[in-house]
């Protein structure tokens, strides 16, 4: 069995933002050289998460104003967890939409659906953050 690990760095320029990052975590199985096996990619902070879904605008709109519904960033004080911080909402967006996926490879190929895409989601952003890709086969 072989492995591989690498680390993608983001800093985006707003507070939220999803970013496609399918085109990347392809790249890290072409340079992994594992044709079969499995890839994890997850978040490594605690405000950001990792998810699969439609790379449609409307839908990410959607997903924004769902979360804000949900838990709304403002005010601030609303949250046990913003004595220092202001980030609590962050929190609890990113536990809604999930740490990481774990998807196949198959003949060196994310095998996944037809509209199946893997984004990066920031809840608490401005700042430099990263996401681990471990791959594991052969
Ligand atoms: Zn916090």
């Not at 690498?6 to 707003?14: D, V, Y």
């Not at 790249?27 to 405000?47: D, K, P, Q, W």
């Not at 740490?99 to 893997?118: C, T």
Request: with cysteine; hydrophobic share 40%; aromatic share 10%.
């Amino acid at each position: 069995m072989q492995s591989f690990r690498k680390e993608l760095w983001f800093n985006t320029l707003t507070r939220r933002a999803f970013i496609n990052i399918t085109q990347q975590v392809e790249s890290c199985i072409h340079e992994s050289g594992i044709r079969e096996g499995l890839v994890l990619v997850n978040a490594m902070h605690i405000t950001a998460s990792v998810f699969i879904n439609d790379d449609e605008s409307g839908l990410h709109h959607d997903f924004e104003v769902w979360l804000e519904k949900l838990v709304p960033e403002k005010p601030y004080s609303q949250y046990k967890h913003n004595g220092f911080e202001d980030n609590a909402d962050a929190h609890l967006k990113r536990t809604i939409m999930g740490r990481e996926v774990v998807v196949a490879i198959s003949e060196g190929k994310l095998d996944v659906g037809p509209w199946e895409q893997i984004f990066y989601g920031e809840f608490d952003g401005m700042r430099k953050k990263r996401v681990l890709v471990k791959i594991i086969g052969q």
